[in-house]
């Protein structure tokens, strides 16, 4: 599925952000959607992921209450809402898609950079 994330950018402290991925040439009604996040020297790390439906989600402890998952199968969409932004949420973040019945993500967008300062 091939994904294409959007939405990045730089931001102060206590901002919002939106982020989309999009998906083409495939409905995305059959994968878990996530997206995860790398700043520089640490490792990629999950922030958010929603089930085929959006009945369901997780969202990190670090970002909880703060960033919202959700997704439109219409639009062959999905989104990370993320307010209060702080500096360390600096990162790179990427959308990826996990094929109901795997336990992996397999498919993964470019990535977009969003920047926070203090």
């Known amino acids: 599925v091939p994904l294409q994330a959007c939405g990045g950018g730089f931001v102060q402290a206590g901002g919002s952000l939106r982020l989309s991925c999009a998906a083409s040439?495939?409905?995305?009604?059959?994968?878990?959607m996530g997206w995860f996040r790398q700043a520089p020297g640490k490792e990629r790390e999950l922030v958010a992921q929603?089930?085929?439906?959006?009945?369901?989600?997780y969202v990190a402890d670090s970002v909880k209450g703060r960033f919202t998952i959700s997704r439109d199968n219409a639009k062959n969409t999905v989104y990370l809402q993320m307010n209060s932004l702080k500096p360390e949420d600096t990162a790179v973040y990427y959308c990826?898609?996990?094929?109901?019945?795997?336990?992996?993500?397999?498919?993964w967008g470019q990535g977009t950079q969003v920047t926070v300062s203090s």
């Open positions: 929603i089930t085929r439906n959006g009945g369901s989600t």
């Open positions: 990826a898609a996990q094929y109901y019945t795997s336990s992996l993500y397999h498919y």
């Open positions: 040439g495939r409905t995305i009604s059959n994968y878990w």
